[in-house]
């Protein structure tokens, strides 16, 4: 039996399927991925991500501190506002990416993925400065998605802070009368919040939220959805598209990686990297044969292996099976035939831009109609 979230009972009240999932035991459907999938893309889901890692770090040194461990430029973040980054290792391998918030002048909070939250703590404290102060609050803290189209709408009838939040950016507030840090960020592609509040106060918030939430569409979400959903949007699972052997630059996230922001851990290597050319990268594919591409499968082209495929699935959105694939640089540009091998057979698949769904911000409520990396 793996570790469980403040919101376990309510998962297991409502039947939902229970897996687990870096070390925790966490629901990956109540009523059916593809149902929770559209429900997000539609109208508005609730997902418990209270796996998720938490750290507070604080002190006088934490900002030349954090500078030193991440690939972006943490002293440009002012207080209330978030950042994505990476922690790389001296090779240029990826440790995790997460969440940098900073919460005031010498504190800061890190969201870690939830299976890495043991390695990265002990990443941090192996290079913590004098003067610097690493806290775990993962489990003191409970961490709620509220994301989709509708998210604004819900927030409002709850009488939630928050909702005049720009990306990236986070406030102390209320929702529902449960006090946290509520921040307008998320993983699906969509808009939308996440809500960090006591654990205590967790399940009380969940089970409030959906109730006031119903009449706008808001439905539970589990794991599978909030795959399915990431994976449209071409965001990154560590694990598959990052690992230790995975750099940022390979993942094709050169964006996140700040070469000015000082001498951080892995810089000199990713800068060689940089110099060289990357020799492989990541890409989306689109299947033209009836097949999914799952991670690890492999990718060839003239039948020689070129990559393998880090995740894929079934797009409820784009209604195409669809992956991302890390393959060699010469085979990624966007129209390239390629094969992937399901099950022993070689099915053809074509290269495409990510991501393969985009929501159109200039809709009324933020929702819109998929792209698809140019394949129609």
Known sequence: MGKRTPIYPAHEAMGAKIIEFGGWDMPVQYAGILEEHRGVRTRAGLFDVSHMGEFEISGPESTPFLQRMVTGNVAALSPGRAMYTMMCLPSGGTVDDLLVYRLDADRYMLVVNAANTAKDLAWLQEHRLPGVEIADRTEETALLALQGPEAVAVLRAAKGDGES???????????????????????????????YVPADRGLELWDRLLEIGRPMGLIPAGLGARDTLRLEAALPLYGHELTEEITPLEAGLEAFVKWDAGDFIGRDALLSQLERGVTRRLVGLVMVDRGIPRSGYAVKSGGREIGWVTSGSFGPTVQRNIGLAMVEEEFASPGQALDVVVRGRSLAATVVEKPFYKRARSSAKGAGAPGLGGVQ
């Open 165 to 195: 939040l720009k990306p990236f950016r986070a406030e102390v507030g209320s929702v529902a009368g449960v006090q946290g840090l509520i921040s307008r960020t998320g993983y699906t592609g969509e808009d939308g919040f996440e809500l």
